[in-house]
């Protein structure tokens, strides 16, 4: 049971591992096929301007074009133009034209094509995949843009086993696919490169790593809290954005409080990529200098050591790696020396030409165009380093070679450059930082105060209250906005003084002008009655002076009622006693004011529709019924002798409210008046002060409550609403 399972896990791996591997050579083949068919238009181009007799050109249009491709132009006898000098292609043997074929070279995977362009060959070269002899941490065997595939994958120019072919695109077999066990072949071989100065970068190990972990922890925990803190801060402009719903909603403070910090943030971060790219700069162009003038200093010393010399040539080698390599421990860099024809001719690291690692061609920039003395970047694999190029002058000032002298700018020397920088400007950055918030949060707070505070006591003023004033010391715009609304707090309490005293006059007067001609209605025909009755009494007729005194006296008992009624009315309205909402159960109170009210003299019927007890809400327990009695009363007035006169009380209960209305089929209220029906003083009745329906609609409203009407020409509806 055991083997059948490690068998099953076994086939499961080799299926997963043959689809993948299929997966990888469409892949490839698909950006085979694209790459291949750019790199026959810029053929054709090369072709067209070699055959024009066009070759300064060449330069330019290989430099225009992309990296994916390399070419090498070949006269009858050797090599006259490469594109590149990182690929190791010394070995080069013509093939049949017009044709892809797979070409391992000593340092990478390619695949290429002849091209025949009259007396030159053209080679174009699609590199594939790197096959450097070792491999490190900084050195890796990977596939070259554009192509990639698992890091697994590997290329094999035979049909074997379970290797997956790729084609070209006209059909042609290139390579295979195979997969490997994970584990690279490449050793890594540190003869002859260890000794180097500029090329240790090829060899680097993580041995510094510790050092450098201890060096930065510092560093670390500075820009751990500086991005913690800007994370923080813009997590809560966020927040408060979407509690404010958008910055056009939130109050001035927060406003001036987030704009300033976000501008102190905006500024910092600024300064700190700036500060961070400009170090970074800074150390390039400084290494750039040095370079240039260590190539200098070499020069001179290579021009007094071959200060005889007519040419260089590779029966120089010996003696010249010898001098080189003397010259390199003196300057503490590699050297490289290039004959007229740009082929390597001495170098103070031998060994990396031998293993294929790098090109024995000089870098075509400096060969092909002009200037001659120059820097610029070069590459091994992924990795980038600088390469300084001068002319080599014998004692004459005749060019007989160039010289290379190459520097790798490590990464890490240009992170421990940026970090001994950012470990002087993070710290008084942090510091900043903090200072801001806490320095814009009082000068904002200091400004804005008088504002919240003058919001608030604009918010509670109002006529007749007594604002208070404001102090604040600054002669600002905020102390101009305060001493103005001292100002009008000032005049708005003697404006209100004086409409308070106004109103007061204007209430007495109206009130004795009420109570004058309500007085002054009965007494008319009492005073009538009286002079009536001392005619009679003058007249010495005993029978007729008691028949009429009888009256006169029953006359005068009724108007002095009358005077009575309206002396209560306006006793009731000048006491308007206290509401005290209670739960009462206002039902039964209604049921007992309808029930006195159905013996009137008018014989109107009252009917009633609700429920006539058991019915609670929110009202004052002795003056409710005063409301209902003045309802009720009201509409019997309106029917007054109408023959079909009909009146209909209704209660019901709503979710939070219950509601009473008092229905009558009379008249109903004119237009013209319905807006003052609720007014003090007003009645369209003969007798009456007018002030039933006003204590009515306070008393409604002092518990809570409302009082409404509807009406027409066919009745008049009150409602009232009560709070449950």
């Not at 109050?251 to 704009?259: C, E, G, P, S």
């Not at 039964?588 to 013996?599: D, H, K, M, P, W």
Request: a neutral charge; hydrophobic letters at 40%; one cysteine or more.
């Amino acid at each position: 049971m055991k083997k059948l399972s490690i068998y099953i896990v076994l086939l499961c791996g080799i299926l997963v591992s043959c689809s993948s591997s299929r997966m990888d050579a469409k892949r490839i083949r698909r950006t085979m096929y694209v790459q291949e068919q750019k790199a026959i238009q810029l053929t054709n181009k090369l072709a067209e301007t070699l055959q024009g007799h066009s070759f300064d050109s060449i330069w330019n249009l290989t430099q225009n074009s992309s990296d994916d491709c390399l070419f090498y132009i070949f006269d009858s006898r050797s090599l006259v133009y490469w594109s590149d000098n990182w690929l190791a292609g010394d070995e080069v043997r013509l093939r049949s034209y017009d044709r892809w074929y797979y070409q391992r070279f000593t340092n990478a995977h390619c695949v290429c094509r002849w091209t025949k362009a009259g007396d030159y060959n053209i080679l174009t070269v699609i590199p594939i995949k790197y096959a450097y002899p070792f491999e490190n941490r900084q050195l890796s065997n990977d596939f070259i843009p554009p192509f990639r595939a698992n890091s697994k994958t590997d290329i094999s120019p035979y049909k074997e086993g379970d290797a997956v072919p790729v084609t070209s695109s006209d059909g042609n077999y290139l390579f295979s696919l195979t997969r490997t066990s994970g584990v690279s072949e490449a050793q890594r071989e540190q003869t002859g490169l260890a000794e180097s100065f500029s090329y240790r970068a090829l060899l680097s190990s993580d041995s510094n790593t510790e050092n450098r972990t201890k060096h930065l922890s510092r560093v670390r925990i500075y820009f751990i809290l500086e991005i913690s803190l800007y994370a923080l801060i813009i997590l809560l402009g966020i927040i408060g954005l979407i509690r404010a719903r958008g910055f056009r909603h939130m109050k001035i403070r927060t406003k001036v409080y987030y704009v300033i910090n976000a501008l102190v943030l905006f500024a910092l971060v600024y300064v700190f990529a700036v500060s961070t790219m400009h170090t970074r700069q800074r150390y390039e162009t400084q290494q750039r200098n040095i370079l240039v003038k260590k190539t200098q200093y070499i020069q001179k010393s290579l021009q007094e050591s071959y200060f005889w010399n007519i040419t260089l040539s590779e029966k120089n080698g010996t003696g010249m790696n010898i001098d080189l390599r003397d010259l390199s421990f003196t300057y503490e860099t590699d050297i490289l020396v290039y004959d007229l024809r740009g082929n390597l001719v001495g170098s103070s690291t031998p060994a990396l030409f031998e293993k294929g690692i790098v090109s024995r061609h000089i870098a075509p920039q400096p060969f092909f165009s002009k200037p001659t003395t120059m820097s610029q970047y070069e590459h091994i694999g992924d990795m980038h380093y600088l390469a300084a190029y001068t002319e080599f002058y014998n004692g004459n000032y005749v060019q007989i070679g160039y010289i290379a002298v190459p520097m790798f700018i490590y990464d890490e020397e240009v992170n421990e450059e940026v970090d001994r920088f950012l470990s002087k400007l993070l710290p008084p950055n942090l510091i900043v930082l903090l200072l801001s918030f806490i320095i814009s949060f009082f000068i904002v707070r200091s400004i804005t105060r008088p504002l919240s505070a003058l919001s608030e006591r604009m918010k509670h003023l109002s006529m007749g209250s007594v604002g208070e004033r404001l102090q604040y010391e600054g002669d600002d715009e905020v102390g101009q906005l305060v001493a103005r609304y001292n100002e009008m707090v000032e005049e708005l309490e003697r404006s209100s003084e004086r409409l308070a005293k106004s109103e007061r006059e204007g209430a007495w007067r109206t009130m004795a002008r009420q109570i004058a001609h309500e007085i002054n209605n009965p007494l008319t025909p009492m005073k009538l009655t009286i002079q009536q009755l001392q005619r009679t009494k003058k007249l010495n007729d005993r029978e007729r002076f008691d028949e009429y005194f009888d009256k006169s006296t029953a006359l005068l008992i009724e108007q002095i009622d009358n005077l009575s009624r309206i002396a209560q009315s306006f006793s009731q309205f000048a006491k308007m006693p206290e509401v005290k909402p209670a739960r009462v159960d206002v039902a039964a109170r209604l049921f007992s004011v309808i029930t006195l009210f159905r013996n009137n003299r008018q014989q109107i019927p009252i009917r009633y529709i609700g429920a006539e007890s058991e019915v609670f809400a929110m009202a004052d327990y002795e003056q409710i019924s005063q409301v209902f009695n003045n309802l009720i009363k009201n509409a019997l007035q309106a029917i007054d002798n109408k023959a079909d006169g009909d009146i209909i009380v209704m209660l019901q209960q709503k979710e939070q409210s219950v509601e009473i209305s008092v229905s009558d089929n009379g008249s109903g209220i004119p237009e013209s008046i319905q807006d003052k029906i609720f007014r003090p003083n007003f009645t369209t009745k003969s007798t009456g002060a007018g002030l039933g329906l006003a204590i009515s609609k306070n008393i409604v409203e002092g518990s809570g409550g409302s009082i409404a009407f509807t009406t027409s020409p066919a009745g008049t509806t009150f409602v009232v609403t009560l709070k449950k």
